[in-house]
C-alpha cells in the first residue's frame, strides 16, 4: 500500500519545525528505541513457520494530533525499513496530549501496519540510537506514539460465544509474491494447523485477500500465530 504526502520533504519539515511536539526528540528516541527492542523480543519468538519470506508485522501508532495525511512518516517509515500494508483508526491514551489537559479522555488516531523483514526489526534500535536531531526522519519521529509488535488478540475479531467452525480471515498479501502465491502459501500453513480452506472462497482488496476456513476454535490461534494476518472475523453468512 502506497501512501505519500504530496508536500516535499522540505515542507514537511518546514511544519514540523514551526509545529508544536508533544515529545523532546530525547525523550520520544529513548521511548521509541526501547519499544523497538521489546518488537524485537517478540519478532524474535517467531517460529519460521510464522513467517512468510522472513516477514513480521508491527504497528506504527501516531500522536492524536499528527493522525492526518499531511503528518504521514513516510520517511521515517523508509528510514525503518517498513512496508504499509494497511492504515486502521484507533484510541490511545497520549503520554502528553495536546487536545486535554487532564487526559482522561482516549484520542482518536491512526495505527499504521507495517511489515519488515525479521532482521530489519533487530536491527531497528541501533538504527535510532545513531539519530541526530536534524532533517525531516529526526523531526517525524516526534510525532510517532508507538511502535509495536501486531498479537494474535489484535488479529481476533470474534464475538466471545461464537462457536462455530467458519472463520472468515483477511491476510496481508506477500510483498515479494503475487497474490496467487501469496494464498497458496497461506493454504498450505492452514492445512497445517488442520484447518480446511474453501476451495473458491477468494476476495482482494486494497492488498488484503479474504478466505474462509473450516476449523475448531480452539485451535484458531495458530491461524492467528501467522504473521500476515490482518484479522479473524465471523463470516456475514453464518
Given amino acids: 500500500m502506497k501512501i505519500s504526502n504530496s508536500r516535499t520533504p522540505e515542507e514537511q519539515l518546514a511544519t514540523l519545525a514551526a509545529a508544536s511536539l508533544p515529545y523532546s526528540f530525547e525523550d520520544n ?9 521489546e518488537v524485537w523480543k517478540e519478532v524474535a519468538d517467531l517460529k519460521a513457520s510464522y513467517c512468510p519470506s522472513n516477514l513480521a508485522q508491527a504497528s506504527v501508532t501516531m500522536h492524536p494530533a499528527f493522525a492526518s495525511k499531511k503528518y504521514f512518516p513516510e520517511q521515517f517509515l523508509e528510514f525503518a525499513n517498513f512496508e ?14 495536546l487536545f486535554n489537559e487532564d487526559a ?19 536491527s531497528l534500535a541501533g538504527r535510532l540510537e545513531e539519530l541526530k536531531f536534524e532533517g525531516i526522519v529526526a523531526h517525524q519521529l516526534l510525532t510517532v506514539e508507538s511502535i509495536e509488535s501486531v498479537s494474535i488478540y489484535d488479529r ?42 474453501h476451495p473458491t472462497f477468494w476476495i482482494r482488496k486494497d492488498g488484503i485477500f479474504y478466505v474462509l476456513i473450516r476449523g475448531q476454535r480452539y485451535n484458531l490461534d495458530s491461524i492467528a500465530d501467522y504473521s500476515l494476518v490482518a484479522n479473524i472475523r465471523v463470516p456475514k453468512s453464518v
Fill in 29 to 37: 528516541l529513548k521511548i521509541l528505541t526501547e519499544q523497538s527492542r
Fill in 104 to 122: 482522561e479522555d482516549a484520542e482518536q488516531t491512526i495505527s499504521i501496519i507495517v511489515l519488515a523483514k525479521r532482521q530489519e526489526f533487530q
Fill in 84 to 97: 504499509v500494508v494497511g492504515v486502521r483508526p484507533v484510541e490511545v491514551y497520549p503520554r502528553i496530549s
Fill in 156 to 197: 481476533l475479531d470474534l464475538p466471545n460465544d461464537y462457536g462455530g467452525p467458519s472463520f472468515l480471515v483477511g491476510v496481508y498479501e506477500t510483498p515479494d509474491m503475487s497474490p496467487e502465491e501469496s494464498l497458496q502459501s497461506f493454504k498450505k500453513y492452514v492445512a497445517s494447523c488442520d484447518f480446511v480452506t
